[in-house]
């Protein structure tokens, strides 16, 4: 299966900073590229994704880029609420198979 | 509103027994997935289902623990066999919605005793 890495494992912010989460992929074949946050108890829930035509998508405060040739795509949170508080998976699709990273636990401070 | 129903959200279940897990679609899909996630941890695919064929296995996981069927393009079942405490986990379905993404289950917390 596809080797997925995810950095960092942890973040906090502060209320209103920016927070980028990265993902590394290898297999060249990809080519849906989603972002997933999960509540506590809660299931994953599709928030972004991004299709390998595409280098970059923008959905309000929440954008995700790519970038193809060095096989990793990032997920960028401006003006950070703690409602955004979660973790964060990525999931890129290989061969429609999609293997989640390890998640990042996003913690935005008030 | 759900789009992919999943059911039961929870069981408590005796070693040995068998639990069979429902996944219903409000559409139809070609693929539908079946992922473990422990407390903590990331989720895991367990195995990918097509409709009129054999569901395949990643690896760690075989058949005859966990058999999937796939009756049709809206429906999967996932039974975790002669269950073992280590089995204890939450178990989510998830099928690509086309437009709408790749999208889950509420998933199902499974305890075993």
């Known amino acids: 299966g596809e080797n997925v890495e995810q950095h960092p494992s942890t973040l906090s912010v502060q209320e209103g900073d920016s927070a980028v989460i990265k993902c590394t992929y290898s297999?060249?074949?990809?080519?849906?590229f989603p972002w997933y946050k999960q509540e506590l108890g809660k299931r994953p829930q599709l928030i972004i994704d991004?299709?390998?035509?595409?280098g970059e998508k923008k959905d309000q405060r929440i954008a995700v880029t790519l970038n193809k040739t060095a096989k990793h795509f990032s997920l960028h949170i401006t003006e950070t609420q703690p409602e955004d508080s979660a973790v964060y998976f990525c999931a890129p699709i290989s061969f429609n198979k999609f293997y989640f990273g390890s998640g990042t636990k996003l913690n935005v401070k008030p | 509103s759900a789009v992919i129903s999943q059911k039961p959200s929870r069981d408590i279940c005796q070693r040995g027994t068998s639990l069979t897990i429902q996944c219903q679609v409000d559409s139809q899909v070609t693929m539908m997935f079946w992922y473990r996630q422990q407390p903590g941890q990331s989720l895991t695919l367990i195995a990918t289902?097509?409709?009129?064929?054999?569901?395949?296995?990643e690896s760690g996981f075989v058949i005859d623990k966990f058999p999937i069927s796939r009756p049709n393009l809206t429906f999967s079942t996932l039974t975790v066999s002669n269950m073992s405490p280590e089995d204890s986990s939450i178990y989510l379905c998830s099928a690509d919605r086309q437009l709408k993404g790749y999208t889950f289950g509420s998933g199902t917390r499974l305890t075993v005793v």
């Open positions: 991004i299709r390998s035509n595409v």
């Open positions: 297999d060249s074949a990809s080519n849906y």
């Open positions: 289902a097509n409709q009129g064929s054999e569901a395949t296995y």
